[in-house]
Every structure is written in structure tokens, then in C-alpha cells.
């Protein structure tokens, strides 16, 4: 018994030292760098607003070993002029996919670009990537923007970008209809890597120097090192457990004791699984629930529930004024707006574009109702981002003796109902008694 114990000892004392090895080896080495500069091997070009109708010019010289890229914003019927320099890592020569870059493993980008001269102007950061399930290869405009948009006055040099706080542009999202499962960052198919100037970029001229845009990140991913680390405590204390039970089968004390702890193990296991299921339950960009993450409401055996369906008002016109930052601001604020101000017992979920379903349960629409006026009003005198004031109708439909498809094409007609009495409404469903 004193050498079994001895050699479990010295299994654990050496499973905990390879432990603190891998995860020291994974913290503070084992790193890799992919670089776009003056000696990358791809094609790097500059382009402008021409090809969107604008009359912007754009030229890309080299500088020793950086670019320098001379733009000329000029104003046209364009609404968003822009200059930009293309690193084409992942297209030939005739702009069609050929080999694409997967980048899903690095976590950050380091972009050492900069205005030259004192200006506001603001840069935007997009990787460009290629999907199978809804990219064209002869149609770039089907290839995905994750982006973002910072100002460089308001950044160290050179500014370190996360991946993850990259995001998908909204109106593309809209504009190409992508399936909600689709509408995340993806960077394990890049084929183009751009530095473009901001939106709301004033007419001038304009001289940008890019030194390089250097990705970094880990040679094994997060999820790779700790599905080893657990998956190696697993095997070694499976094969422990194993021995265990056969050196004292005879013991069910032991043999209990034993069964708890491959108990806890799974238990570790499925904390990854339960991480990913929250993820794929909620909104990207506003953290809002998606539409899977509502299922299981309409699933529990609830006897009274009502929907609202609530619409911000001329939100795509708002969006091509301010552009889609801003957008994206103005719906994150919704969300916020709407969650501090519905009761604890409501779920509201981000149904699509500008679109949002508050689920009621236990309530009845005459008291819905009550709620989506005072929202109503809430949202009418909210200022948003830039001092933008805006709007929003709402359609509301209690359960009757149908199905959950039929309540909320209720609530969706009467949505419609009051966005066409003028918006700012809310309209009830002509099925429901409000007494």
C-alpha cells in the first residue's frame, strides 16, 4: 500500500509539473507572427471610391521599407468617400480565391499605420474572408467584412487591434441576408487584409505611411492547451481509477469515492460545452438573446404570455447618414435601454436588422400594453449617440389556442399595422379582448 500510494504521488507531482510547463510554455513562449510589409510576397495595391461611383484618387508609393499611400478625398454623389491599401494575401491575379490564409489562431492585429500631418481622421481596419456556404468567388462583395474603425490620436502607436472586438458590418449582413449562424467574425479563410480611411472622412488630401500589419498569436490556441491539459488529467486519472478499482473492487467505500471523482472531471469537461452553448444563444453585437437562445421559453408550459414586437423607426436611413458604427452603437444602446427598463421576468431578444421580440410571460396584453407604452415613450425622449433621437412602433398579440408561428405572425402584422399608421405606435392585435 505505502509504494501504490508512493507512485500515485509521483504521477500527480509530475502531471501538476507538466501542467505549469505547458501553460508556462504557452504564456510566455511559443508564439508565431504572420507580417504584411514591403517584402511579403503579395500583391499589395491601393484603390478608392471610384469603383463605388466616387471620384476620390488613391496611389501607393513605397518609402524605403514602408508604403506611403497618397490619397485625394473628393467630394461626389458618394456618400462615403474613402482611399485604401489592399494586401492581397489570399487572391491571384485575376482577384479570384486562390489560397487563403487562415489567421484563426492569431489573436491580435498590430497595425503601424499613421496620418502624416495633424488631422481627426479615423482609419478602418477590415480582414476579408471567404465562406463557402455564402461567398461567390467571382463576386468580392460576397466575401465577409470583419472590421473596425478606430482614430489613431486616440491609440498608442502602433495600435494593437484583439480579433475578437473585431466586427461583422451590419449593413452587409443585411444587404447579403447571411443565416444568423454565419453572422460572427471568421478568419480561418482570409483573402484580403485592408487599411482604409474612416467614415465621414472631410474632402482633402491625405498622406498615410504603413509600415506593416503584423498578426500575432499563439502556436497552439487557448482551447487547444487546456483541451490537452484536461484531456491528459482524464486519461491519467481514468487510468488510475482503473487501477484503483481493480486493486479494491472489494471496497465500496473506495469504489464510490471513485465514481464522484470521474464525476467531477466530466464535470470539467462540460464547462467548455456550456461556454460555447451561452455563445451561440446570444446577439454578437447588441448581447441581446438570438432567436435559439428563446426556444426554450416557448417550450415551458407558461398559460398566459404576450409579444411585442418593437421596430426602430427609419433606422437604414439613420444608418447611411451616420454610417454603420454608429448604427451599431444606437442598437447596443437600444438593447441596454429597453433590458434596464422591462421587468426582471421578460426576455427580449434580437430578432434581426433593427427588429426586436419582448416576451411577456405570465401577462396579460392589457398589462403588455401598459409596458410597451411606457417603452415607447422611454425610447422617444432617450438621446442617443450624437444627440439622435428616434422612435420606435410596436405590435402586440397574447397566446391564444395556437401555435407559437401563429402568435408571433400576430404580433409581426400588428408591428406592421402600426408602422403603417405612421410609426411611434403601439398596436394591439384585433384577435385579443384587452379586458
Same mark, same amino acid.
Given at each position: 500500500?505505502?509504494?501504490?500510494?508512493?507512485?500515485?504521488?509521483?504521477?500527480?507531482?509530475?502531471?501538476?509539473?507538466?501542467?505549469?510547463?505547458?501553460?508556462?510554455?504557452?504564456?510566455?513562449?511559443?508564439?508565431?507572427?504572420?507580417?504584411?510589409?514591403?517584402?511579403?510576397?503579395?500583391?499589395?495595391?491601393?484603390?478608392?471610391?471610384?469603383?463605388?461611383?466616387?471620384?476620390?484618387?488613391?496611389?501607393?508609393?513605397?518609402?524605403?521599407?514602408?508604403?506611403?499611400?497618397?490619397?485625394?478625398?473628393?467630394?461626389?454623389?458618394?456618400?462615403?468617400?474613402?482611399?485604401?491599401?489592399?494586401?492581397?494575401?489570399?487572391?491571384?491575379?485575376?482577384?479570384?480565391?486562390?489560397?487563403?490564409?487562415?489567421?484563426?489562431?492569431?489573436?491580435?492585429?498590430?497595425?503601424?499605420?499613421?496620418?502624416?500631418?495633424?488631422?481627426?481622421?479615423?482609419?478602418?481596419?477590415?480582414?476579408?474572408?471567404?465562406?463557402?456556404?455564402?461567398?461567390?468567388?467571382?463576386?468580392?462583395?460576397?466575401?465577409?467584412?470583419?472590421?473596425?474603425?478606430?482614430?489613431?490620436?486616440?491609440?498608442?502607436?502602433?495600435?494593437?487591434?484583439?480579433?475578437?472586438?473585431?466586427?461583422?458590418?451590419?449593413?452587409?449582413?443585411?444587404?447579403?441576408?447571411?443565416?444568423?449562424?454565419?453572422?460572427?467574425?471568421?478568419?480561418?479563410?482570409?483573402?484580403?487584409?485592408?487599411?482604409?480611411?474612416?467614415?465621414?472622412?472631410?474632402?482633402?488630401?491625405?498622406?498615410?505611411?504603413?509600415?506593416?500589419?503584423?498578426?500575432?498569436?499563439?502556436?497552439?490556441?487557448?482551447?487547444?492547451?487546456?483541451?490537452?491539459?484536461?484531456?491528459?488529467?482524464?486519461?491519467?486519472?481514468?487510468?488510475?481509477?482503473?487501477?484503483?478499482?481493480?486493486?479494491?473492487?472489494?471496497?465500496?467505500?473506495?469504489?464510490?469515492?471513485?465514481? *464522484?471523482? &470521474?464525476? %467531477?472531471?466530466?464535470?470539467?469537461?462540460?464547462? !467548455?460545452?456550456? /461556454?460555447?452553448? #451561452?455563445? @451561440?444563444?446570444?446577439?454578437?453585437?447588441?448581447?441581446?438573446?438570438?432567436?435559439?437562445?428563446?426556444?426554450?421559453?416557448?417550450?415551458?408550459?407558461?398559460?398566459?404570455?404576450?409579444?411585442?414586437?418593437?421596430?426602430?423607426?427609419?433606422?437604414?436611413?439613420?444608418?447611411?447618414?451616420?454610417?454603420?458604427?454608429?448604427?451599431?452603437?444606437?442598437?447596443?444602446?437600444?438593447?441596454?435601454?429597453?433590458?434596464?427598463?422591462?421587468?426582471?421576468?421578460?426576455?427580449?431578444?434580437?430578432?434581426?436588422?433593427?427588429?426586436?421580440?419582448?416576451?411577456?410571460?405570465?401577462?396579460?396584453?392589457?398589462?403588455?400594453?401598459?409596458?410597451?407604452?411606457?417603452?415607447?415613450?422611454?425610447?422617444?425622449?432617450?438621446?442617443?449617440?450624437?444627440?439622435?433621437?428616434?422612435?420606435?412602433? *410596436?405590435? &402586440?398579440? %397574447?397566446?391564444?389556442?395556437?401555435?407559437?408561428? !401563429?402568435?408571433? /405572425?400576430?404580433? #409581426?402584422? @400588428?408591428?406592421?399595422?402600426?408602422?403603417?399608421?405612421?410609426?411611434?405606435?403601439?398596436?394591439?392585435?384585433?384577435?385579443?379582448?384587452?379586458?
Amino acid at each position: 500500500m505505502m509504494q501504490t500510494e508512493k507512485f500515485d504521488n509521483i504521477v500527480i507531482l509530475a502531471l501538476i509539473s507538466l501542467t505549469f510547463v505547458v501553460i508556462g510554455l504557452h504564456s510566455f513562449s511559443l508564439n508565431k507572427t504572420f507580417t504584411l510589409d514591403t517584402k511579403s510576397p503579395y500583391r499589395t495595391f491601393a484603390i478608392s471610391d471610384t469603383a463605388n461611383g466616387g471620384k476620390s484618387k488613391a496611389s501607393l508609393h513605397t518609402k524605403g521599407n514602408k508604403y506611403l499611400l497618397d490619397c485625394h478625398i473628393i467630394e461626389s454623389d458618394y456618400a462615403w468617400p474613402f482611399c485604401e491599401i489592399t494586401f492581397s494575401i489570399g487572391v491571384d491575379a485575376h482577384n479570384m480565391p486562390s489560397q487563403p490564409i487562415d489567421l484563426s489562431s492569431y489573436s491580435t492585429a498590430h497595425v503601424y499605420a499613421k496620418y502624416i500631418g495633424e488631422n481627426k481622421a479615423s482609419f478602418r481596419f477590415q480582414v476579408r474572408s471567404y465562406n463557402q456556404n455564402y461567398s461567390l468567388p467571382n463576386d468580392d462583395s460576397t466575401w465577409k467584412y470583419n472590421g473596425i474603425e478606430y482614430w489613431p490620436r486616440k491609440n498608442q502607436y502602433p495600435v494593437d487591434i484583439p480579433l475578437n472586438a473585431m466586427q461583422v458590418a451590419t449593413w452587409w449582413l443585411w444587404e447579403k441576408e447571411i443565416p444568423i449562424e454565419y453572422a460572427g467574425p471568421e478568419f480561418d479563410q482570409v483573402l484580403v487584409v485592408e487599411v482604409a480611411t474612416g467614415n465621414s472622412i472631410s474632402p482633402g488630401h491625405y498622406q498615410i505611411e504603413i509600415d506593416k500589419v503584423e498578426f500575432t498569436g499563439k502556436v497552439f490556441t487557448n482551447k487547444q492547451v487546456f483541451t490537452f491539459i484536461i484531456a491528459m488529467w482524464v486519461f491519467t486519472a481514468i487510468i488510475g481509477l482503473i487501477m484503483n478499482l481493480y486493486r479494491s473492487k472489494a471496497k465500496l467505500k473506495n469504489a464510490e469515492q471513485r465514481a *464522484f471523482e &470521474l464525476k %467531477q472531471l466530466n464535470r470539467l469537461l462540460n464547462v !467548455e460545452s456550456q /461556454e460555447l452553448k #451561452d455563445l @451561440a444563444e446570444r446577439d454578437p453585437l447588441t448581447g441581446a438573446l438570438n432567436r435559439k437562445g428563446i426556444e426554450h421559453i416557448f417550450t415551458n408550459e407558461i398559460k398566459v404570455m404576450s409579444l411585442m414586437f418593437i421596430d426602430i423607426d427609419h433606422f437604414k436611413p439613420l444608418n447611411d447618414r451616420y454610417g454603420h458604427n454608429i448604427g451599431d452603437i444606437i442598437l447596443k444602446d437600444f438593447v441596454k435601454l429597453i433590458s434596464e427598463n422591462c421587468r426582471t421576468s421578460d426576455f427580449l431578444a434580437r430578432w434581426g436588422g433593427e427588429e426586436f421580440l419582448l416576451i411577456c410571460p405570465n401577462t396579460k396584453v392589457l398589462e403588455a400594453n401598459e409596458l410597451a407604452e411606457d417603452l415607447r415613450q422611454l425610447i422617444a425622449e432617450h438621446n442617443f449617440v450624437q444627440n439622435i433621437k428616434l422612435t420606435a412602433s *410596436f405590435g &402586440l398579440a %397574447q397566446k391564444e389556442n395556437e401555435t407559437i408561428a !401563429e402568435l408571433i /405572425e400576430r404580433a #409581426d402584422v @400588428a408591428l406592421y399595422t402600426a408602422k403603417a399608421q405612421g410609426r411611434n405606435k403601439v398596436i394591439v392585435s384585433n384577435n385579443v379582448d384587452l379586458l
